[in-house]
């Protein structure tokens, strides 16, 4: 019987990695970029927020263009200003550092759901990167007065 080698060993367990983040809500987006602290608060109407944290470990900068979801009409990307917000194209996730979506600040928009998630569920989304391949992102639904402990 032969056994795999280092290089096999170290796939199997980078694959059995990436599916255990993904169901913690986190992907790995390759190019340096991983996905973490995603969450959904309950929806209470036909429109839900959307918040995570994407790091890019790279040297290169990159961007978030768009969010797919098979739960909403449309999934958009908004940036916050002050009070107030508005749709864009997309986001930098600048090399070295951090895209942070939160509550009161950047993040999505799932417009025209087709069910309202509950507390407890997961939602299923697609970031979409000018550079990186898309990942998948399984994000939980939170209640609607969940914040994290601490920042994304």
């Not at 199997?12 to 959904?40: D, F, I, P, W």
């Not at 299923?124 to 639904?141: G, I, K, R, Y």
């Amino acid at each position: 019987m032969s056994r795999p080698r280092g290089g096999a060993v170290a796939v199997l367990t980078a694959g059995a990695l990436a599916l255990t983040l993904a169901g913690c809500g986190s992907g790995e987006a390759g190019a340096g970029l991983s996905v973490g602290g995603a969450y959904m608060p309950q929806p209470v109407s036909d429109m839900a927020a959307g918040f995570l944290t994407v790091s890019n470990d790279g040297g290169t900068d990159d961007t978030l263009e768009s969010v797919t979801s098979d739960i909403a009409g449309e999934v958009t990307v908004h940036e916050t200003e002050g009070q107030s917000m508005r749709e864009v194209d997309g986001l930098d996730v600048p090399a070295h550092g951090k895209l942070v979506l939160e509550s009161g600040g950047n993040h999505l928009m799932f417009e025209r759901l087709k069910r309202k998630p509950k507390e407890g569920e997961t939602v299923s989304l697609v970031l979409h990167f000018a550079q990186a391949d898309a990942v998948t992102v399984e994000m939980p639904v939170k209640s609607m007065t969940y914040r994290p402990a601490s920042g994304n």
